[in-house]
């Protein structure tokens, strides 16, 4: 992967190692995630760690979980899910954290993660990551089920009409 060759800076790394969980590849995907942040392998740096708003902590967690580390993969994925939903209370009010639904699906936990989606898409939080989410062969548990079915008509519309708004703004600005 051009990122990881070329690109030395821990966060072009860091983007490379979620790149390659997300096309499957955990094993190279460990090898990058861990050499940027070492400390996903102690649970005690957990709190840290999301507590500076890392947004890959699910798949971490995963990758973890498909590289022989079942355990420490399943604890990372419960431990965040957990800490999002109960204990910062701003995110369950504003359901700003999109992460916790993607941390149950994961673990196979459909009614939560389908619950928490919900809200973060009544709230306006997922439409940026939309189509990622209705790809992503990890999540296929949650997408076979008719309330995600639902979900995301609503998402789609909701993107085709900001698409067609954007594209009126932009005739607008042409005039």
């Given at each position: 992967?051009f ?14 190692g979620?790149?390659?969980a ?25 709190p ?14 995963l990758?973890f979980a ?5 355990a ?18 701003r995110y369950?009010?504003h359901?700003?954290r999109?992460?916790?639904?993607e941390?149950?699906a994961?673990?196979?936990e ?11 898409l009544?709230?306006?939080?997922m ?20 309330r ?7 998402a789609r519309?909701e ?7 954007l594209a ?8």
């Amino acid at each position: 992967m051009f990122l990881a060759r070329e690109f030395k800076y821990p966060a072009a790394q860091w983007t490379a190692g979620t790149i390659y969980a997300v096309a499957g590849d955990y094993a190279s995907a460990r090898e990058l995630l861990l050499r940027v942040d070492p400390r996903y392998m102690d649970p005690e740096q957990w709190p840290d760690i999301l507590n500076e708003g890392s947004n890959d902590v699910c798949v971490v967690g995963l990758t973890f979980a498909r590289t022989g580390d079942q355990a420490l993969g399943n604890d990372l994925l419960r431990y965040a899910a957990n800490y999002w939903e109960e204990t910062l209370p701003r995110y369950i009010k504003h359901a700003d954290r999109w992460d916790s639904f993607e941390c149950h699906a994961y673990l196979g936990e459909t009614e939560k993660s389908l619950a928490a989606l919900q809200t973060a898409l009544d709230h306006g939080h997922m439409l940026w990551r939309w189509l990622w989410i209705a790809r992503n062969p990890e999540l296929r548990l949650i997408h076979e089920d008719p309330r995600f079915k639902a979900m995301d008509q609503r998402a789609r519309a909701e993107i085709a009409r900001q698409r067609e708004n954007l594209a009126q703004m932009e005739v607008e600005a042409a005039l």
